[in-house]
């Protein structure tokens, strides 16, 4: 069974520029995940979608980060225009029914 | 917000050494989970705890749910040189079925 995929492994921006990150979950897992990673810490939630709904995006700054699943399957996160703190390791995850999340490598993002 | 506190931050152990980190939080939880992340890689899941008092086993690994829902361990026996990496605890809560992680305890081993 194929794991989560994630694209662009590593990412290198200026600040202000904008970035998108892709995610491709295990097949059949209707929930996804977003999830940011930063250097020494646990990985944060940013966005929780039950198929093509977004029902938890509390945590997700949403003056410049947007997301979407279209169709219920593949995701995009959006961050426009990036800022020198949004440098981190953006991981997505998915899981089935249950609370067990696999995760994907995660893209990781220098703004400079 | 819920926050969990994970001990130690880090360990270096002799191979064939026991590892036991511990988590605790003053918010109780549904469901403890325990992952372990490689270097450029995602969190791996190792074991998943239902309930209270719960003690699993997975090979070498055993982690329990403490009885008030506020604390879980793992435990490490005979550690090899492939255990190296930074593992996770992670509690889901009640509302909002959400996981909230632990910030981690780097594990190095020697051989």
């Known amino acids: 069974e194929a794991g989560v995929v994630q694209s662009p492994r590593y990412k290198i921006i200026e600040k202000k520029q904008p970035v998108a990150f892709w995610c491709n979950p295990i097949?059949?897992?209707?929930?996804l995940y977003w999830y940011r990673q930063n250097l020494g810490q646990g990985p944060e939630l940013l966005i929780r979608?039950?198929?093509?709904?977004?029902?938890?995006d509390s945590q997700l700054p949403k003056d410049r980060f947007s997301a979407e699943r279209l169709k219920g399957v593949d995701s995009t996160l959006k961050i426009q225009p990036a800022e020198l703190g949004d440098s981190a390791v953006y991981l997505c995850?998915?899981?089935?029914?249950?609370?067990?999340?696999?995760f994907g490598p995660g893209t990781r993002l220098t703004v400079l | 917000g819920q926050q969990l506190n994970q001990s130690p931050q880090s360990m270096f152990i002799q191979e064939g050494e026991d590892v036991s980190m511990n988590c605790t939080s003053s918010?109780?939880?549904?469901?403890w989970l325990w992952y372990k992340q490689d270097p450029g890689e995602g969190p791996v899941l190792l074991i998943a705890?239902?309930?209270?008092?719960e003690l699993t086993s997975n090979g070498r690994l055993t982690a329990q749910f403490g009885i008030t829902r506020k604390d879980s361990f793992l435990n490490i026996s005979a550690s090899i040189p492939s255990d190296v990496g930074i593992y996770f605890c992670?509690?889901?809560?009640?509302?909002?079925?959400?996981?909230?992680f632990g910030a981690g305890t780097i594990l190095r081993v020697k051989s």
């Open positions: 992670a509690g889901q809560t009640f509302y909002g079925n959400k996981l909230v």
């Open positions: 705890l239902y309930k209270a008092g």
């Open positions: 979608y039950e198929n093509e709904e977004a029902v938890d």
């Open positions: 097949s059949g897992h209707n929930t």
């Open positions: 918010s109780i939880f549904n469901t």
């Open positions: 995850a998915s899981s089935l029914v249950t609370i067990e999340q696999f």
